[in-house]
């Protein structure tokens, strides 16, 4: 059965310090892995999507790697500014039907 | 582009009480859909996905249940709320299973 693991599940920064986010996943049979945010009370927003055979995407200041061998996600956000304090979601596709696992997330707090 | 719709946005409901949760898309067809819930402490939980009219999955046994009436509706309901239905429900679709999943805004419910 797959887990993901986030860590840490808080995080405090300066802002425009550049940081790493870590994920883990129990099984390396999976698809896909999905990044996302969510702000309070809001819904998710999709970031990056990493296909198994990939092992990196980049999305403006986002960059997020992909080593199955390892199960290791990483997502870093590059000078990091205030407005990216939210809790970001790590998600592995897998099981039978190909269903997003999660983690419980990381809460990012980016001080001015 | 394709947009997604929830409500109500909060609702507060009598333990014994129906609830009923809609869920449309806009601007696709044929897309799988799915109900997630998003508990205090916990995280994000598959409940069910459906990949057409009438075609429904659950994840979790429990006394809520889901139906889609139409292809680009998807509908929450149980007969009597528990407490512990209390939390945050999220609805999202992807063209297919395994590749990047779009969520909605959620809807809030507290069950008193």
């Known amino acids: 059965k797959q887990e993901v693991t986030q860590i840490p599940a808080a995080l405090s920064v300066p802002e425009g310090e550049n940081l790493v986010l870590n994920c883990s996943f129990t099984?390396?049979?999976?698809?896909?892995l999905q990044w996302f945010r969510q702000d309070p009370g809001k819904g998710l927003t999709s970031l990056l999507l990493?296909?198994?055979?990939?092992r990196e995407q980049t999305s403006g200041r986002l960059n997020a790697s992909l080593d199955k061998s390892s199960g290791r996600s990483t997502l870093y956000i590059a000078a990091s500014q205030p407005g990216d304090s939210a809790t970001y979601l790590c998600?592995?596709?897998?099981?039978?039907?190909?269903?997003?696992?999660f983690g419980k997330g990381t809460k990012l707090s980016v001080k001015p | 582009s394709q947009t997604i719709h929830q409500w109500p946005a909060t609702l507060v409901q009598p333990v014994g009480s129906p609830l009923s949760l809609e869920c449309t898309v806009e601007?696709?067809?044929?897309?799988?859909l799915y109900w997630y819930r998003q508990a205090a402490g916990r995280g994000l939980q598959l409940l069910f996905y459906s990949v057409g009219i009438g075609q429904i999955s659950s994840e979790v046994p429990q006394n809520l249940s889901a139906s889609r009436p139409q292809d680009r509706q998807f509908i929450l309901s149980s007969k009597k709320l528990l407490l512990s239905d209390s939390g945050f429900y999220l609805c999202?679709?992807?063209?297919?299973?395994?590749?990047?999943?779009?969520f909605g805004p959620g809807t809030r419910l507290t069950v008193t």
């Open positions: 999202a679709w992807s063209m297919l299973f395994g590749y990047e999943q779009y």
């Open positions: 990493i296909q198994s055979s990939q």
């Open positions: 601007g696709t067809s044929n897309p799988n």
């Open positions: 998600a592995a596709y897998g099981g039978s039907q190909g269903n997003l696992i």
């Open positions: 099984d390396s049979a999976i698809y896909n």
